[in-house]
Each structure stands twice: as structure tokens, then as C-alpha cells.
């Protein structure tokens, strides 16, 4: 079975500075990676996931993130965020060819200051 | 363009009451979940389904059951609701074609319901 750890619960930021919110997980066969984005009082919305091909993946609202196999992270970054992007943030990981019941993270709440 | 649709965002009720939390998804997806979502928790799955009148158990389904008649629509309910029950629900749909492009969870805005 997989498991998701996101390694920060709470990251505080000033407006326009870079930023990386860390995921890793554990599973023994291949695995799709997402990161959600959740703002108050909502719904998750997908940012961008990693299936197959390039390791480097955009998504929206100009996050990127990359899967490194060797280190099994998945690490979500963008390099100037905005009072906007303050929301709690999900890794997730399901394995590929299993029944996709995804593994979430406990969720990095983002706290951009200005 | 909203996809999943979940038909109350906040819904107050009284201890004992019998509690219905509607879910449809217009993407013809096959999976559907419910998931409760409290502070310091995290996400936790309540139950899912994979087809019409099918149901799996999540790691939570104590004090809940669902109901899924028609592929677009899956519906949990709460039994008896009680106060430990008051939380956030999510409902999410998910297509079974890992090669699908838009393959991943499609969440609704969730309901907030409270058990008074």
C-alpha cells in the first residue's frame, strides 16, 4: 500500500517570494502523482499530476512540480506567489494500475503575507 | 462549467435526524466517492462506488451508507446523524481510464454540515 508524507503543515510566505511545498510517499509499485489546492470553504481542485513522459509537470496558476523516482518526492513549487495563493495544498499518490483509491497527504496550509 | 455538484454548501440538522447528501457528476464517470474532511485529519473516505448500485466500504462507513441508482448520481446518508458527524464532505468522480488525459479526482465544493 502507498502512503503520502507531506513533510511541512503550515508555510508562511511574503507575497512575491519563491516557494516549494515537499511531498514524499512510499509504494512498491508505479505510482500517478496530483497535487490539489483547496481554498476556504471549497472544494479540491486539481493543480497538475504527474501519469507518465516528462518528470517536470505545469499546472496552473503558474505551480510546477517534479517527480524524482530515485527519491520518491514530488515537490511542488512556483517561484513568485501571490496573496491568492494562500490555501491548503494536497499531495496525492495512487498506484497505476490498481483500483485508483488515491493516498492524500494531510495537506500544507500555504500563508502568503504581504 | 461545474462538473460535480453537490446540492447543500452548509445544511444545519438535529441529533437523530435522518440526513441525505446528494452528489451528481455530468462526466460519465464509473467511480464516485464520499469523503469527510476534518481539521488535523485530513481526507478520509467514507465510501465509494464503482458502478450503479454498487458500494465499497472507505476506512470510515461507521453511521453512514449510500446509494447510487443512476451513474450520475451517488448519495450518502447519515442514519441517525450525531454531533461527532459534523464536518465537511466532499464528493468527488474519477474516470477508471488511467490513460485518459483528464484522469484524476473531479471534487465538488463540498457541504458543511453541522449536527446540533
Known amino acids: 500500500a502507498q502512503s503520502v508524507t507531506q513533510l511541512d503543515s503550515q508555510v508562511p510566505v511574503f507575497e512575491e517570494a519563491p516557494v516549494e511545498l515537499r511531498c514524499n510517499y512510499s509504494s512498491s509499485v508505479s505510482v500517478y502523482l496530483f497535487w490539489y489546492v483547496q481554498y476556504p470553504n471549497q472544494g479540491l481542485q486539481l493543480l497538475l499530476k504527474?501519469?507518465?513522459?516528462?518528470?517536470l509537470v505545469k499546472g496552473i496558476n503558474g505551480f510546477e512540480a517534479e517527480f524524482n523516482k530515485s527519491q520518491t518526492s514530488f515537490h511542488l513549487r512556483k517561484p513568485s506567489v501571490h496573496i491568492s495563493d494562500t490555501a491548503e495544498y494536497f499531495c496525492a499518490v495512487s498506484e497505476s494500475g490498481g483500483s485508483y483509491i488515491p493516498t492524500f497527504g494531510r495537506g500544507t496550509s500555504l500563508i502568503v503575507h504581504p | 462549467d461545474v462538473k460535480v455538484t453537490q446540492s447543500s454548501r452548509y445544511l444545519v440538522k438535529r441529533t437523530g435526524e435522518k440526513v441525505f447528501l446528494e452528489c451528481v457528476q455530468d462526466?460519465?464517470?464509473?467511480?464516485m466517492f464520499w469523503y469527510r474532511q476534518d481539521p488535523g485529519l485530513g481526507l478520509r473516505l467514507i465510501y465509494f462506488s464503482y458502478d450503479v448500485k454498487m458500494k465499497e466500504k472507505g476506512d470510515i462507513p461507521e453511521g453512514y451508507s449510500v446509494s447510487r441508482e443512476k451513474k450520475e448520481r451517488f448519495s450518502l446518508i447519515l442514519e441517525s446523524a450525531s454531533t461527532n458527524q459534523t464536518s465537511m464532505y466532499l464528493c468527488a468522480s474519477s474516470s477508471l481510464n488511467e490513460g485518459a488525459s483528464n484522469y484524476g479526482y473531479t471534487f465538488g465544493s463540498g457541504t458543511r454540515l453541522t449536527v446540533v
Open positions: 462526466m460519465d464517470h464509473e467511480n
Open positions: 504527474y501519469l507518465s513522459g516528462s518528470t
